[in-house]
């Protein structure tokens, strides 16, 4: 059974007046994003990210099968969002029906899967009869807040750093050659989506924030669990380096003006942009360490 | 139209027909709404002041001036007062308040309220009064078989529900408020508990008004108990019903010289109230009716029970006097049964009105 | 919805009096009156909405595809039953979606075969029904509903041939034109038993005290099956003699035709 | 080795394992057979549960299928939540014959099924109680021609209804009478009181020109099984 | 379809409507009485929404009572005929319809004063009868009618919209088939303010674009607020009067 996250009122006091003075319990000032840590395994597509306490691994996998009916001309690509009470007591077993996990799988779903960043159409390999169905399991081994983020990074990062076996098709015959013998392929990723997430308190009474006008509500990125847990408000917007906003969830909770929602982007994005970066740099660095084997083998071979 | 059912055709596609737009006028509705005049002659709170019984809407602002003290259906910052309902504004004194269209019964300490036991617990029952929370009734708030003054035992907790159960009907006065707006409740009076011999129909708290007397000999030999929360009861006059109004000359004669010509209500037969607490055992507790109800009393019964449903269905109050007109206007249709018809209703409800407006005594609501 | 002991009492006597007093005056044969809206639903074929006088709402949507009849023999009308706050899989929920699926079976002057467009392609009707507040046992009250829909179903009108077996050809449709469907479905009846007497469509206080309630389903003049006997409350019923059986079906012909004609002209 | 399990207590070292006896008589009774040896009733061969009964018909002239049943019941046994004033009674109908039957009609034969047994359960002698029967259609041939087309459970009701009232006499749960049913084309009819009370009807075929045949022909059969049912319970 | 009957060289729409107009928007309040203690039902466009609120009220579950407020909670009931194609499934505990339960539960939990009914609880069911595109937005709309109806003390309206953004051009309140043809960002307004309870955007969108769509949005989200409030008002008018008159 989940058990409701309880902060003591001393502390949850603490830590609200504490944000009402411009501190965050971990030294961060508001609009700093927790450095992000990625760390790739032995295999294709498989990624860990780590933010602050937070850990979520994503292993990809792949396999042939048919494809829809619909839409013969595309491959399968689900995302499955795994969170256990391993993560914490919050999470219930088995069932995922929670508000908060549906909220965060279907964010992850919109902003990768939703906005195309897995290009499903080279995943056919034959028209209405094979295609590659791609699976992202998402696993949320320890978690201090911000699991959207983390697990939508792990996602995208497992993503990049996924090879599928090349295959070669004579007629109706479909080869499949295993990664030791052919240099298998990467996924067309066409953007990479990051995720944001802003959390709201409200520092003033409830007919301040619905009549006044001084819009003091406090926005903080990158909540930790504790800080999470005493919210009023919480916004998701998921970007990425073209300027694009991929997703926006802001699902009810503190009622916050639209122009500081649009403060939250524009802050949003230049994470993205160093985030983004931070990736594309790490995928290089792993895929050189590989390839120095493969230059290796292929020069004993060429021997 | 045939006397087995009556079918009502709505050509207006989907439109709801509640009774307040029912002549709902027929703007060409495949109009777009144009996106201009945002500021037109709707208000979005940018109004000083708004009087007394003016129809406000939440988020609305009813005044800037602080003098008021905020009462229920408002809300504020710094100095202005803001309306949390759809509803008329209510001025008392300095006490400024917004009293919503329509909501749940709020119960109020002395109500006489009618409440059906849905849980029996540790020393109390619950009783669903058709409030937002169920209230409580005491065990210690009931009058026990073996008189008044007999002490309460060990034993008595354990056989509650040989005294009231799920689902019994009893009436009862709102002895106190607790905390969270929940009511206690007592019937340590011999006009309070269970409820026997007749039937419950229930209506919207606000048609019934808070009087002085809730309990109502009608003509007819059918007495209602109109309860504040809406809930009514109506049952066969019993003797003590009889004995309740005749020692006082006031309400009883009210009836006798009723325009109905009721039956006078014979005073010898009426027993002492002292008497009848003498008699208080357990038969106040006894789930058997009397069995000297005849079909003409069952018959009244019923027609009562449409009457007031009709009244309802105009959006009429329920005072006595209403009830007795209706009663008397539905003498017009023989067939009980008619009375559940949509027209029938309005007529009843016109009836009502006009006969009076013609008494003279329709201004003084 | 519990009564207190005196209450029931007295409706059972009242109910089991010679003849019996309803509580809202009812004579035994009376249907509460009731309210019909169709087609106001404009992506389905037909629709209706009936509400009763003690505010019990129900909707049904009736929506047709086509279908190639040659290849299964899965029946041609299909009912589907949500009732507002009811799982879809609760007993009350699956007992009567299985009732009014029999109810809608082809028979003697409901002949599915009217559905049939061309030798090898039928309507599929699909009967949505939503239940949005009910007090006592709806299916009374759905069946006039699902007729009132079925009766002002509209269809689109076949322009193609009839004859599609040796030539193959998908049905075509006029742009326009509309026919109607004009299919008259079985109504459904509720009676219940109260000691001697017997009274259709109880209220939800009536369905509280008696002993037990027969469900009738009527076509065409006709008593026709399923029938059945039901309890209309979850805690009481009682056997009851025989004859009440015949006299209770006699009643239901004789006011059928009435309740049909008012359906029909509304 | 000399490692001993510590966790667990160990029992005297002379201890056996159990041995059961071979099985000599399972049933508790041998099958009774009526006259036309058609129909076997047998009661209590379920340990686990308060009551149970299986019947099994067979003879093709009598009938139109030929079914087994067995059945369990459950209670009186204490509910959770707030009070009632009378048990609750609950039928599951479930089907292990190759013959199809839907699902949701035999969810609505259950419904029916605790409609008839609530008017002969005397339910108000076990307050805030369940009681709780279980039906499984072990086997069922449908063997007249004209029958096997609609696919009709119909035809099974009656026995439905014995071997719950058998069950529900073998867990000594009260009842006012003996609940059996009779079918004919197309009606079940079920009666107690020697069929001078019905207690329930369910036709799904056909109109209903002939229903004073129907309750004739019911009735003889409701008796007939309720003989049955009579002589087993006194054989016992 | 193609591009230019989305949007037309003159400004026009598929259904005539310019680009800053919202659609036909019709409501009625109090239409289930004797289901509820407070119902709506909505038209906006095609959408066609019955919302029925219950409460406040005892819980059903002794479980479910928070001594300090109201509990809530919101069942969205997609009907299976709603679409103009009939549903093979039920859209029940479809992922999508928990996600929209959960935003508007908690878009109204912070606008209701739940504060106010401790230990009770609030119920609101919500039928899609039909939908034609700004479903969410319709569901907050009908709503907040229906919690007014009820008489639950609330701050202020919340008025739900939803914009799409052709090329450069938002387009107010959109219906199904702009719905399908573009990137849709659906608001939750609170009252006359610009303070956003709900804000969803499912798919791309320039991020320069954005404020552009928020602003035409608020905008529109006021226009169908004081529709609303303008229903209500002449509903609230009807009551007081007969009120008066007996």
């Known amino acids: 059974m989940a058990k409701e996250i309880i902060t003591p009122v001393a502390e949850s006091k603490f830590i609200l007046d504490a944000l009402k003075e411009n501190q965050r319990l971990d030294g961060r000032s508001f609009d700093k994003f927790r450095d992000v840590d990625i760390s790739f395994g032995k295999e294709y597509g498989d990624a860990t990210v780590t933010l602050g306490k937070t850990k979520v691994q994503c292993r990809v996998s792949c396999s042939i099968t048919q494809p829809y009916e619909d839409r013969p001309f595309e491959g399968l690509f689900i995302i499955s969002t795994e969170m256990s009470p391993m993560a914490g007591p919050q999470f219930e077993n088995g069932s995922n029906t929670g508000d908060d996990e549906v909220l965060c799988s279907r964010i992850i779903e919109k902003a990768i899967r939703r906005s195309g960043a897995l290009d499903v159409e080279g995943l056919c390999i034959v028209a209405g009869s094979k295609c590659w169905a791609i699976r992202a399991d998402v696993h949320v081994l320890d978690c201090d807040g911000g699991i959207i983020d983390a697990s939508c990074l792990a996602v995208i990062c497992a993503l990049l750093h996924f090879r599928k076996p090349d295959v070669s098709i004579l007629g109706e015959q479909v080869t499949v050659h295993p990664i030791n013998e052919r240099e298998p392929v990467a996924l067309g990723i066409l953007h990479i989506p990051i995720c944001v997430t802003f959390s709201f308190f409200n520092p003033q009474d409830v007919e301040e924030n619905i009549k006044g006008a001084g819009n003091n509500e406090i926005a903080i990125i990158d909540a930790t669990l504790k800080e999470e847990s005493l919210r009023d408000g919480v916004l998701t917007v998921t970007l990425n380096k073209n300027r694009e906003v991929v997703q926006v969830s802001k699902a009810g909770g503190l009622p916050m003006d639209a122009l500081s929602l649009m403060d939250c982007c524009h802050k949003a994005y230049d994470i993205t942009e160093r985030i983004t970066d931070q990736i594309l740099a790490l995928i290089k660095e792993d895929s050189q360490k590989r390839n120095k084997f493969a230059q290796i083998l292929s020069s004993e071979n060429a021997r | 139209m045939s006397d087995v059912i009556s079918v009502i055709k709505r050509q207006s596609g989907l439109k709801y027909a509640s009774i307040d737009n029912d002549e709902m006028e027929n703007f060409s509705s495949d109009e777009d709404v144009p996106m201009v005049d945002i500021d037109g002659k709707s208000n979005g709170g940018k109004r000083n002041e708004a009087a007394a019984g003016e129809i406000v809407t939440p988020g609305e602002l009813i005044t800037e001036d602080p003098i008021w003290m905020r009462g229920h259906g408002t809300y504020f910052l710094e100095n202005s007062t803001y309306s949390s309902a759809a509803g008329t504004i209510s001025r008392v004194n300095r006490l400024l308040s917004v009293i919503p269209l329509k909501g749940r019964y709020t119960p109020e300490t002395g109500d006489h309220i009618v409440g059906r036991i849905t849980d029996v617990g540790n020393k109390r029952w619950k009783v669903d009064i058709g409030g937002k929370q169920h209230a409580v009734l005491m065990l210690g708030s009931v009058n026990l078989p073996g008189g008044i003054l007999r002490r309460k035992s060990e034993s008595d907790e354990l056989q509650m529900r040989t005294f009231l159960k799920e689902g019994d009907v009893l009436n009862a006065e709102v002895q106190s408020l607790f905390q969270d707006g929940s009511a206690s409740l007592h019937t340590r009076s011999l006009k309070y508990g269970k409820l026997r011999d007749g039937l419950l129909i229930q209506v919207p708290s606000s048609l019934v008004v808070r009087s002085k007397n809730h309990t109502h000999n009608l003509p007819g030999n059918v007495t209602v108990l109109l309860g504040v929360n809406g809930f009514i009861w109506l049952r066969k006059t019993s003797k003590m019903d009889v004995a309740r109004e005749t020692p006082s000359a006031g309400p009883a004669s009210d009836i006798s010289e009723g325009p109905t010509g009721a039956k006078s209500l014979n005073p010898t037969n009426s027993v002492s109230i002292t008497r009848l607490e003498e008699e208080s055992s357990w038969k106040i507790y006894s789930d058997k009716n009397d069995p000297s109800i005849t079909p003409s009393i069952r018959q009244n019964i019923s027609r009562y029970a449409n009457v007031i449903k009709a009244l309802a269905f105009c959006e009429i109050g329920l005072t006595h006097e209403r009830i007795v007109i209706g009663y008397e206007a539905s003498i017009a249709y023989s067939n009980i049964g008619e009375l559940i018809e949509r027209e029938v209703m309005e007529s009843i409800g016109d009836d009502v009105i006009n006969i009076e407006k013609m008494r003279g005594n329709g201004a003084t609501e | ?266 | 080795m000399n490692v001993q399990d510590r966790r667990r207590l160990l029992g005297p070292s002379n201890a056996k394992p159990i041995v059961f006896s071979a099985a000599t008589d399972i049933q508790s009774s041998e099958p009774k057979k009526d006259e036309s040896s058609s129909f076997i009733l047998n009661s209590g061969l379920i340990e686990n549960c308060n009551g149970s009964s299986l019947v099994e018909i067979r003879d093709p002239k009598v009938t139109q299928h030929q079914t087994s049943l067995i059945t369990s019941v459950y209670g009186p046994r204490a509910t959770k939540g707030s009070f009632t004033s009378q048990a609750s009674l609950s039928i599951q109908l479930k089907n292990g014959s190759s013959e199809k039957y839907n699902t949701t009609e035999l969810k609505e034969v259950s419904s029916f099924l605790v409609n008839v047994f609530n008017s002969v359960i005397n339910l108000s002698r076990y307050p805030k109680s369940g009681i709780d029967i279980f039906i499984y259609i072990l086997y069922d041939k449908v063997l007249s021609e004209e029958s096997k087309k609609s696919n009709n459970i119909s035809a099974i009701l009656p026995y439905c209804i014995s071997a719950i009232t058998l069950a529900l006499i073998n867990a000594g749960i009260e009842v006012d009478d003996i609940a059996t049913a009779g079918y004919y084309k197309g009606d079940v009819i079920s009666f107690i009181k020697n069929g001078e009370e019905v207690i329930g009807y369910w036709k799904d075929e056909g109109n209903c020109e002939s229903f004073d045949v129907a309750l004739e022909h019911c009735k003889t059969e409701a008796q007939k099984f309720k003989n049955l049912i009579t002589t087993h319970i006194l054989e016992e | 379809m193609s591009r230019f009957e989305i949007y037309s060289p003159e400004g026009l729409r598929l259904d005539g409507r310019r680009w800053n107009e919202v659609r036909r928007f019709e409501c009625s309040i109090n239409t289930h009485a004797h289901a509820a203690d407070g119902s709506s039902y909505l038209e906006q466009g095609n959408n066609k929404i019955i919302t029925l609120v219950k409460g406040p009220k005892e819980p059903s579950l002794r479980s479910q009572a928070n001594s300090l407020k109201a509990t809530m909670d919101v069942s969205v009931n997609i009907t299976r005929f709603s679409k103009f194609e009939r549903s093979a499934i039920s859209h029940k505990n479809e992922r999508r319809v928990l996600e929209i339960q959960t935003a508007l539960l908690r878009t109204f939990e912070k606008n209701i004063m739940l504060h106010l009914y401790p230990r009770t609880q609030i119920s609101i069911q919500v039928h899609i009868l039909q939908q034609d595109g700004g479903m969410f937005a319709s569901l907050i709309n009908g709503i907040t009618l229906a919690l007014i109806d009820a008489g639950i003390a609330m701050y202020d309206y919340v008025s739900g919209i939803s914009i799409g953004l052709f090329d450069t051009t938002p387009l107010l309140d959109v219906n199904t088939l702009e719905e399908n043809a573009m990137s849709t960002v659906t608001l939750g307004v609170i009252g006359k303010s610009e303070k956003l309870s709900l804000l969803s955007v499912e798919d791309k969108i320039p991020l320069d674009r954005l404020e552009s769509v928020l602003a035409i949005g608020i905008a529109g989200a006021h226009r169908l607020r004081d529709l609303m409030d303008e229903e209500l008002r002449k509903h609230a008018h009807k009551r007081v009067i007969k009120a008066s008159t007996k």
């Not at chain 3, 006699?250 to 309740?259: D, F, G, R, S, Y």
Request: charged share 25%; glycine share 4%.
């Open chain 3, 1 to 266: 919805m519990t009564l207190s002991i005196a209450e029931k009492s007295y409706l059972y006597d009242s109910l089991t009096a010679s003849p019996s007093i309803r509580p809202d005056g009812r004579k035994p044969h009376q249907f509460r009156p009731i309210e019909v809206s169709t087609d106001f639903l404009p992506s389905s074929n037909g629709s209706s909405r009936i509400i009763s006088g003690d505010g019990s709402e129900c909707i049904v949507s009736v929506k047709a595809k086509v279908i190639d009849h040659t290849l299964s023999d899965e029946e041609l009308i299909q009912v589907d039953l949500d009732i507002a706050g009811e799982r879809t899989d609760s007993p009350q929920v699956e007992t009567l979606m299985s009732l009014l699926n029999k109810v809608l079976k082809s028979g003697p002057g409901f002949e599915h075969s009217r559905l049939q467009l061309t030798e090898r392609y039928s309507f599929k009707i699909f009967i949505d029904i939503l239940v949005i507040s009910s007090n006592c046992n709806p299916a009374s009250l759905i069946s006039f509903a699902m007729f009132s829909a079925l009766n002002t179903t509209t269809l689109p009108k076949l322009i193609s041939s009839f004859d599609d077996l040796k030539v193959e050809e998908l049905p075509m449709f006029d742009d326009y034109d509309l026919v109607n469907l004009k299919l008259k479905s079985p109504l459904v009846f509720l009676l219940a038993i109260v000691g001697n007497n017997l009274i259709v469509d109880p209220d939800a206080n009536e369905s509280e005290v008696c002993d037990n309630a027969i469900i009738v389903t009527w076509l065409d003049g006709k008593i026709r099956s399923p029938i059945r006997t039901l309890t209309l409350n979850n805690s009481y019923s009682k056997g009851f003699d025989p004859t009440l059986l015949q006299k209770g079906l006699k009643l239901i012909e004789e006011n059928a035709a009435a309740v049909l004609t008012a359906l029909e002209s509304s």
